[in-house]
């Protein structure tokens, strides 16, 4: 009886001190799929700098998981389409128990403009900002100079700092923590570059109490790597869940994924612009008197060869959705209207009959093998796919560090790109209006596609305030676009995250993987 | 003549005492007839993306292909059949190790007994260079390569012929060094015989046999580093895949159970490099034992 | 001596010069980092201010000038990515990296002179010719292959270790080393042993070929033959006719160990500085390219200058100025 008692007793205290170590010992490591460089989250605009930023920052604008912005520690009105009044929540705290005032915002606002020897910084964001008017503690007005209908979508990567801590601050007190202080849902406890980044919860947050005390990103970039960590248990939870793995891990019942359609669209450009573009050739090798590729007809053709769904099924293994438009079904501008083109390898081959290609002609696609999930397959798929139709095609694949100068300095005639965003405007602006730089035009339109009208559209929609209207216009010059066959879009990506069971994620349109969107089940 | 075939006679049944170095000579000789003849026996030509089918790719062993034939050893993530795959891998990876390490060695040789036999300054400023080259991680040329020149076969056995002349040059140096030494060539030169004679009649003959040694093994060593560097992403183009990108490529399916994309070129690459390093080991105890004083240091 | 060292320095200086040249100019023709690097969203006007901002428009004669002058110094540059300067970069992962290559060194001696005088001593025994099929396996392995089957042997099937990473560190001496504490060894292991096989099986051969040449030198027949015991005929006779060419090989493998962490570190995601080299080429970030690579040959010309003292030291027949390698 008594031994019954006292194993009973010590059952008892057994769960208790289980109770006690799950509540006090929660923690939740996460497996990243890229290096987070700087926890100065105004230096570098790259996503896994600011995912891990967003951990301890807040942004002005907070943004759903589908990527459209909604009030986080702000709320706003337009009063007229060159003012934008944003109104603090009451009572947000710092890391250092300070309140967050509109000095830190207009601070904030200011500083990505004095970031110098930064290759690609915050500028473009917060320019269109030409006064910020300091109404009271808690309301500041931000004017443009003309109608950005952009900006919510532009603030929402612009971070947060506390005025006091990042004055004078350098890069590295942000590493260090003196100056990562924010607002945000965990403090910096400690940044190991390339190896991990661990967090602590910030009791005082806004956001209500969250159910980690301690948080640990490690940066896993190989891919299998990566999955071998989520199944040895060394981590709990994985991003961009390698195409591979996902069957098996859908498989698995100590594992669940989460997936949702990415923002990120991959298509090709195709050089438009010029009459003998690299790589466009005859079959036997002889250069062509005009370019195939600037006869709309052919850019359709070539549409119509690509088997979308067998890329998506085979190559991304499910993690694809045959693409229309510039951008994803749930982004803000997308033309639901615009159905993928089907593939149909016949109709094809009549289209290029009807340009005079009967015969065929050559091309080189060019693609990066290191940047977009798969991306030297799909191209590779392409040139099959192409073949199939009578366009012999070669993939000449290389590392993104030499790929992105090559296309800037136009060295390619068909060549891969990814684009996310959270506009299509935006998008087009970028990679399908005509290159101005007077304008900020065509930054990344790499095929020289040019349509006066898209330009208009481009620029009527950006300058237009009011988001129902705005999103109106965006998706005419998203259908303006495929209709030309401005660039041929392959497919949506759809991103996965991988947990262990007993886990949950809102998966996230925009890819960014937050502690905090991570509940016990 | 007759003279020179009583010492061969003696390597060859010197070589032959050893069974399982024979056993690797003859596994080396298939795996080049293997290779030579691949388009002849291949069922597929894996660099002609027109031949592939995305919808055969990613087959288990022994399904049937859309075209009819067999996948005895599956296909990968292009469709390609893995036994075609392996066999113009094979070539290529071959075909790369060979070139670069000849190449690599003529230039090494010639640099290196410039180098000892000048001696002074030129010998101390190739010896710099011989650091200054060794020092460099292999992959930083490639990439360097790569970005000025683009990817291929070709460059990829320049960027080989890169990291390994210098390492030559040094050995050739240092066993051209110690035959200097030696009385013969002393004597060669009390007798004014030209330096270029004393070079290719008295030095080079003893210098050669470890030398050729040492690359029949280093040719193994550029297979595994062309792989290496294929997997870092920086070698072959994705379309003609070496074995090292085989392996590579097939890395990412490994978890998911999908062996054979990176299993089977694997074992191809192991044996292709075990068989070479075999046939090395037992030619270095037959020609010179005295060539582990070389070797790697 | 001395003059022998200022020699090999002054020499040394030479090549680093060359060196950082070479590869400044190598990583130029590239591309331009702010191509990879710059807001997908900026436009012209702010790609050319931002390859402004970093000196990039430059000629490339004045980009090097600015670097030379800016190195002698002190100052090789900020890193693009990090926002810090590219020589604390490289500093903070240089412990990771020298732990990592100084196990594998440590794993390559402490098995490789034991098993490889095992195979020299005994070289017809079926546990001799075992060695000696081990090291043909070791030298034809690549290392990333072995790396992979490690992981997934054992972390995925076993799961006895993690899979990647650097455990749990402890400051020594104001550098943070993991082989003090249990987490930190179990990572270090799998990479370590990676790293080690290749460096294992080179001495394992090496020390064979030494061991068969000692026995088969008068002196130690002799000595045999005057009836001292295996034992001590291989600590005096044959340990110290192995020596030179082991302390050559560890030596100077050891740069190349560095060099050559960059696969490993890759595989293992092992926080070192060959990651961060691979990491720096994916985005062209030149100033920790060229600190790294400078990095790299000071600590090579060092080492060759250590292996130089200790053959004095070893063997006083060898008169340095006649050896130049």
Wanted: overall charge positive; hydrophobic content about 50%.
């Amino acid at each position: 009886m008594a031994t019954r008692h006292f194993s009973w007793r010590l059952g008892a205290l057994a769960v208790q001190l289980f109770l006690v170590a799950a509540a006090s010992a929660a923690e939740l490591r996460i497996g990243l799929s890229a290096d987070v460089t700087t926890m100065d989250p105004h230096f570098i605009a790259a996503q896994p700098n600011l995912t891990a930023q967003q951990h301890v920052f807040d942004s002005l604008v907070r943004t759903d998981e589908r990527s459209r912005p909604v009030p986080g520690i702000a709320t706003w009105r337009t009063p007229d389409p060159l003012t934008w009044e944003f109104t603090l929540r009451k009572g947000v705290k710092f890391h250092d128990g300070a309140e967050l005032t509109t000095e830190d915002v207009v601070f904030s606002l200011e500083r990505p403009l004095a970031i110098t020897g930064s290759p690609g910084g915050f500028q473009t964001y917060v320019r269109p900002i030409v006064a910020k008017e300091v109404v009271d503690r808690y309301t500041v007005r931000l004017r443009t100079a003309t109608p950005h209908g952009a900006l919510l979508q532009d603030l929402a990567d612009v971070l947060i700092v506390s005025k006091r801590a990042a004055t004078g601050a350098t890069g590295e007190d942000f590493d260090r923590g003196r100056a990562a202080v924010g607002t945000g849902p965990y403090k910096l406890a400690r940044f190991a570059r390339g190896d991990r980044i661990e967090f602590t919860r910030h009791e005082d947050y806004w956001g209500g109490r969250l159910p980690w005390d301690r948080v640990t990103l490690l940066v896993l970039p190989s891919d299998p790597v990566r999955t071998a960590a989520l199944l040895s248990g060394q981590v709990d939870a994985i991003e961009h869940v390698p195409t591979a793995d996902i069957a098996r891990l859908r498989k698995s019942p100590a594992f669940r994924l989460e997936q949702t359609v990415s923002w990120r669209t991959i298509f090709l450009h195709v050089d438009q612009s010029r009459d003998r573009p690299p790589g466009v050739l005859s079959k036997a090798g002889k250069p062509l008197a005009e370019s195939p590729l600037k006869d709309p007809r052919v850019r359709r053709a070539m549409s119509k060869a690509i088997n979308r769904q067998a890329i998506a099924d085979r190559v991304m293994e499910g993690l694809a959705l045959p693409a229309a438009n510039v951008v994803s079904p749930s982004v803000f501008g997308h033309d639901p209207a615009v159905k993928p083109e089907p593939y149909d390898p016949d109709g094809a081959k009549k289209l290029l009959a009807e340009a005079g290609y009967g015969e065929g002609f050559s091309v080189t696609i060019a693609t990066p093998n290191n940047r977009y999930i798969n991306d030297e397959q799909v191209a590779q798929t392409v040139a099959q796919m192409l073949a199939r139709v009578g366009i012999s095609a070669k993939v000449d694949a290389m590392p993104l560090s030499v790929y992105f100068g090559k296309a800037r300095n136009k060295d390619f005639g068909i060549a891969l790109l990814g684009w996310g965003t959270r506009a299509a405007d935006l998008a087009l602006r970028s990679v399908a209006a005509t290159a101005n730089p007077d304008k900020g035009y065509g930054a990344w339109n790499w095929g020289g596609y040019s349509n006066p009208k898209l330009d208009d559209l481009i620029a009527q929609s950006l300058g237009t305030v009011d988001p129902a209207r705005r999103e109106a216009i965006a998706r005419s010059a998203s259908a303006l676009a495929a209709a030309d066959v401005a660039f041929i879009p392959l497919h949506y990506q759809v991103v996965t995250w991988a947990m262990r069971n007993g886990l949950t994620y809102t998966a996230r349109t925009d890819e960014f993987t937050f502690a905090h969107y991570f509940k016990p089940q | 003549m007759i003279a020179a075939q009583a010492p061969l006679r003696e390597f060859t049944a010197g070589f032959a005492r050893d069974r399982i170095a024979v056993a690797a000579f003859a596994t080396l000789c298939l795996i080049l007839l293997a290779a030579i003849g691949a388009p002849l026996v291949s069922p597929q030509d894996p660099y002609d993306l027109a031949q592939l089918d995305i919808l055969d790719s990613k087959f288990a062993p022994g399904a049937k292909a859309g075209a009819g034939f067999t996948f005895w050893l599956g296909s990968d993530d292009q469709g390609r059949d893995m036994v075609s795959a392996i066999l113009y891998g094979l070539r290529i990876s071959l075909g790369v190790g060979a070139l670069s390490t000849v190449i690599a060695l003529a230039l090494g040789m010639a640099v290196g007994l410039i180098s000892a036999y000048a001696g002074g300054w030129l010998d101390n400023l190739i010896m710099r260079l011989v650091d200054l080259q060794l020092s460099f991680p292999s992959i930083l040329i490639a990439l360097v390569l790569l970005a000025v020149v683009g990817q291929g076969v070709d460059k990829i056995v320049i960027a080989l012929i890169f990291v390994q002349w210098a390492y030559y040059a040094r050995t050739v140096r240092g066993a051209a060094l110690a035959e200097k030494r030696r009385e013969y060539v002393d004597a060669a030169r009390v007798m004014a015989f030209s330096a270029r004679r004393i070079v290719f009649r008295h030095i080079l003959p003893n210098v050669l046999p470890p030398l050729i040694v040492v690359a029949t093994v280093q040719v193994a060593h550029a297979i595994a580093l062309e792989a290496t560097l294929s997997f870092l992403g920086l070698g072959m183009p994705i379309t003609s895949p070496s074995l090292g990108l085989l392996i590579s490529n097939g890395f990412a399916h490994l978890l998911s159970g999908r062996y054979w994309i990176s299993f089977f070129p694997g074992v191809a690459l192991l044996i292709t490099i075990v068989a070479i390093n075999l046939v090395g080991d037992r030619l270095r105890d037959v020609l010179n034992p005295r060539i582990a004083h070389h070797y790697g240091a | 001596m001395l003059a022998f060292a200022a020699k090999r320095l002054a020499q040394s200086i030479v090549v680093v010069f060359i060196m950082s040249a070479l590869v400044f100019v190598g990583v130029y023709a590239i591309g331009n980092p702010v191509d990879i690097l710059i807001n997908p969203q900026a436009d012209q006007a702010e790609i050319a201010a931002a390859t402004r901002a970093l000196g990039l428009d430059q000629p490339l004669w004045r980009q090097y000038w600015n670097f030379i002058s800016g190195a002698f110094a002190g100052d090789l540059g900020k890193s693009f990515a990090a926002n810090i300067p590219a020589v604390r970069l490289i500093f903070e992962r240089m412990p990771a990296t020298l732990e990592l290559a100084l196990a594998a060194m440590v794993i390559a001696v402490l098995l490789g002179i034991p098993l490889g005088l095992w195979a020299g001593l005994k070289p017809d025994t079926v546990s001799g010719r075992a060695i000696m099929a081990g090291s043909i396996l070791g030298f034809s392995l690549p290392t990333f292959w072995v790396g992979l089957m490690l992981i997934m042997v054992f972390s995925v099937w076993l799961g006895w270790l993690p899979p990647t990473g650097r455990g749990a560190t402890v400051m020594v001496l104001g550098l943070p080393v993991s082989f003090l504490t249990w987490d930190g060894l179990a990572h270090l292991f799998m990479p370590a042993l990676n790293l080690a096989l290749f460096k294992l099986s080179l001495l394992i051969r090496l020390t064979r070929a030494g061991t068969r040449e000692a026995l088969a030198q008068d002196y130690v027949r002799f000595a045999r033959a005057k009836g001292l015991s295996m034992e001590r005929v291989v600590r005096v006779h044959v340990l110290k006719n192995i020596m030179i060419p082991i302390v050559t090989v560890t030596g100077l493998e050891f740069g190349s160990v560095i060099a050559f962490a960059i696969v490993t570190e890759t595989i293992f995601a092992w926080p070192g500085m060959g990651k961060l080299l691979i990491d720096s080429i994916n985005v062209l970030d030149r100033p920790v390219i060229v600190a790294y690579l400078l990095i790299i040959v000071l600590i090579f010309v060092l080492i060759n200058l250590l292996v130089d003292l200790a053959y004095t030291a070893l063997d006083p027949r060898v008169r340095l100025a006649g050896r130049s390698t």
